[in-house]
Each structure stands twice: as structure tokens, then as C-alpha cells.
């Protein structure tokens, strides 16, 4: 199908392109930007007068609840919610039922994926096996499934040996291992350290889980030369030590959930589960560095965090209460909002949630290629995601920027509806609003259809 969108400025953070023009798209691509193609002929026509027409969104973080946990979210269901949230391609975690350590349940977990046209799924697989911490993976067999790296979800390798050993055997292939940050005995709390936690009674969990595994890694990154990205930072001491890190040249990228980029702990409330959150919320001074290390690039990535919980694990007590929250949907309006405050241009807001985490993806993917040492090693492919250039392929967001909407859980796509962001706990409204998503050149979600 050929469609032409007609009108719209045109944002692509990866090239700085900021402009009002035309975008052709034939064959599932960009065929040009800007200027006119005389023998084009257009089966759709969008019109995008007074809207944003940016690369489709990449979101590092992201759970589809299947296999295993379809009560929660359905897959269908899941990525109905990346694309009306703008979000093109995601990646998603290892910790399903089963657990994603074994070749035929990715093969299986993309198929269906892929089956549905939908967004673009990559799945990071497991570290050890059934993230139990102790045996690594066949992570060769694992790449070859389609796994863009290796990860071990939120639960934390407490035998620094075997960690050791998996870095040692990413490094070998030019694998990248994802962790978060977290000390394994000291971050079994369920808020953040600190006055509100004695407060309220709940358990704490200091920032020294953070720094405590931040510096393992780094040392452990240094022995092996293991390339790491680190998954959801939450506190100011963390992004202190990731820019040390990263001024030493460790080869390292991380980023930050919009949970923690929006809120402190202070906004738990009265015990509200809604804000039952991993990592916790942290305190102002907190949220301010995590701000500020995005805005100047120590952080590289913004992502949701998506995780659909369902409503009788939410109505539990606070303590007792799964932590999680569905968050793709707000993906973008939170990123706006937050270059707004931060009084970016709209090119370096953007940044973080398109070219950034897409550059990141096809290091990593390029690098497990080019590393291997095995020829039939086929890396992931990542079809240009993030940017719009010619030729590339064409994954689009068009958002309207002005446009400011309520978080009504009812109305979101997700089979989750529990999220902080919710109007009546939040009392503050979403800016910018998704009007159409095209993956691969196809119209996948329009507001006005839906």
C-alpha cells in the first residue's frame, strides 16, 4: 500500500530533522521525505496538519504476560497497547511461565508475534536457567531464536561466581547482559528507605542495594570486558556512579521507567498499590538526577516499564501486593511532559524514546554478529527502527502534541489498569495524544477507529 502523509512536521532525532513536509511511503518503506515524487500515486492519505510526525517508538521494557500469565495481559491485547501508545518496537523481559530459557519458547513467543503485524517483539532471553541464578543458558542457541541479549528480569544473581562466569561467556560471543541493579539480600523491601517508609511501616530498601551492585558489575565488567546495559535506575548515587562508569569508557548504557522520571515516595499515599513499584520510588533529590542524567545523556533511555497487573494481586496490602503497572500507553505523553519541564526542543525529547534506545538495540544486535564465532549466528534484525530516513522501514508515530486527555483506566488498552498515573490518584492530565501508528508501512492503530 502507498500512503502519503501530508502536512505534518516532520521530527527525527537521529538525523535532527525538525521540519514541515511530506512523508511517501511504498513497499512497507520510506521512499521520501520532503520531496515530491511526481508518479507517486497514494491509496491513503493522511493529513497531519498540526500534528508530529516522529519515528515509532522503542520501548526497552516491556512484559506481554505470555506465555504463563494471560489472566494478567494476552499478547494481543499487549501490543494493541504498544501501538496505540506509538510504540513500534519493544523489548520484553526472560520472566514468563516457563521462563524464556529455551529456544522453542522464543521461536514460539515471535511467531505469534510477528503473526499479528502488530509491534515489532524482541526478546531478551534468560541469564541463567529459570532464573534460578545458578546455570547459565545456551545463550548461542538462545541469539539464534532471536534474542537481542540476556537478562535476569528483577531477580538478582546473589552468587557473584556464576555472574561472573555469564558475563565471562557474553564477552566471548559480544553478548549484552541486562541487569538491574539490585543487591540481592538488601532489596527484598517493598518501598524506598526513608522517612515515609518508617512511616508507614514498611520495609525499606536502601540506596545502598543500588550502589552495592553497580559497583560489583563495574568491577566485573572491567575483569571480563562484558558489555552491560542496566536496566531502571532509581536513585541520584546511581546515576553519579553510572557517569563515573561511562567517563572510565566501561562499555555501558542504561535507562530509567517513567515511574521514576514522575514520582517519589511520596506518592504511595496511604498506602496506595497503585504506586507499589520495582524499583521503589525514591525521594525528590532522587527523581530530580534521574531528570537531569536523562536530559544530559548519562541516562540513554526512557522506557515504560509495562507491567499489566491483575486487579486481585492489587487489592492485596501494600506490602503483600505485586509490584507493577501498565505504562506503555503513557510512554509518550510522559516523555513529553518531562522534555517540557526540562524545556527541551522536541528533537532531543524524542530522542529518548526512538533513535536512543534504537541505537542501543542495533549496537548490541551488530555487535553479537560481528563477534561470533560461529558464521551461522544471525543477529536480530531491527529494520531501522527508531529514525525516519529513506529506504528505511516505515514505523511512524503521528501524535498530536497539543491535545491533552485523562488517564481513564477503563479506556486503555492493556489488559492491565492499575497505574499511578490514573486521574483520580494523579489529578494531573497527559499531554499529547496518538492519532495514528503505522508498523511496517501499514496503518496499525488510528484514534479515530478505535
Not at 492519505?45 to 515509532?56: N, S, W
Request: charged share 20%.
Amino acid at each position: 500500500m502507498n500512503i502519503l502523509i501530508r502536512n505534518g512536521r516532520v521530527i527525527d532525532p537521529a538525523s535532527l530533522l525538525d521540519k514541515v513536509c511530506d512523508v511517501y511511503i511504498q513497499n512497507n518503506c520510506i521512499l521520501a521525505i520532503g520531496a515530491h515524487e511526481q508518479d507517486f500515486k497514494a491509496d491513503q492519505t493522511i493529513d497531519a496538519r498540526g500534528l508530529v510526525v516522529a519515528p515509532g517508538l522503542v520501548d526497552l521494557m516491556a512484559r506481554l504476560k505470555e506465555p504463563g500469565y494471560e489472566h494478567e495481559g494476552m499478547l494481543e491485547s499487549e501490543l494493541n497497547a504498544c501501538v496505540s501508545g506509538g510504540v513500534t518496537t519493544l523489548v520484553c523481559p526472560p520472566d514468563t511461565d516457563p521462563v524464556l530459557d529455551e529456544p522453542g519458547l522464543v521461536d514460539m513467543l515471535k511467531f505469534r508475534a510477528q503473526k499479528m503485524n502488530l509491534a515489532h517483539v524482541h526478546p531478551l532471553g534468560a541469564l541463567t536457567k529459570g532464573l534460578k541464578g545458578e546455570a547459565l543458558t545456551e545463550m548461542f542457541e538462545l541469539t539464534q531464536a532471536g534474542c537481542i541479549g540476556f537478562g535476569q528480569a528483577e531477580i538478582s544473581i546473589c552468587n557473584t561466581q556464576v555472574l561472573q562466569r555469564a558475563m565471562q561467556y557474553a564477552a566471548t560471543y559480544g553478548y549484552c547482559v541486562w541487569l538491574r541493579p539490585q543487591d540481592y539480600y538488601l532489596g527484598r523491601g517493598v518501598a524506598a528507605s526513608g522517612p515515609l517508609a518508617t512511616r508507614l511501616g514498611l520495609s525499606g530498601v536502601p540506596v545502598a542495594a543500588e550502589t552495592i551492585a553497580l559497583n560489583t558489575i563495574f568491577a566485573l565488567m572491567r575483569s571480563t570486558g562484558a558489555k552491560v546495559h542496566l536496566c531502571r535506575l532509581s536513585s541520584a548515587a546511581g546515576v553519579s556512579l553510572v557517569a563515573a562508569a561511562k567517563a572510565e569508557g566501561l562499555p555501558l548504557s542504561c535507562d530509567v521507567s517513567i515511574n521514576s522520571l514522575h514520582l517519589i515516595d511520596q506518592d504511595i499515599g496511604y498506602f496506595d498499590s497503585r504506586a507499589r513499584l520495582t524499583p521503589p520510588l525514591r525521594q525528590q533529590a532522587d527523581r530530580t538526577a534521574l531528570r537531569e542524567g536523562l536530559a544530559s545523556g548519562v541516562i540513554d533511555a526512557l522506557v515504560s516499564d509495562h507491567n499489566p497487573v491483575e486487579g486481585d494481586l492489587k487489592a492485596l496490602p501494600f506490602a503483600q501486593a505485586e509490584p507493577g503497572a501498565t505504562g506503555v500507553e503513557l510512554l509518550l505523553s510522559l516523555a513529553l511532559k518531562w522534555g517540557a519541564e526540562q524545556q527541551l526542543a522536541l528533537v532531543d525529547t524524542m530522542r529518548v524514546v526512538t533513535s536512543g534506545p534504537a541505537k542501543l538495540l542495533a549496537h548490541q544486535s551488530s555487535e553479537s554478529l560481528s563477534n561470533a564465532a560461529h558464521s551461522s549466528l544471525s543477529a536480530p534484525s531491527l529494520g531501522g527502527a527508531g529514525e525516519l530516513r529513506v529506504g528505511g522501514v516505515a514505523d511512524i508515530c503521528i501524535f498530536d502534541p497539543q491535545t491533552s486527555w485523562m488517564v481513564q483506566p477503563k479506556e486503555l488498552c492493556s489488559q492491565g489498569k492499575f497505574t499511578p498515573f490514573d486521574f483520580d490518584m494523579s489529578g494531573s492530565a497527559m499531554i499529547g495524544c496518538v492519532k495514528y501508528t503505522l508498523v511496517n508501512g501499514q496503518v496499525v492503530y488510528a484514534k479515530d477507529s478505535k
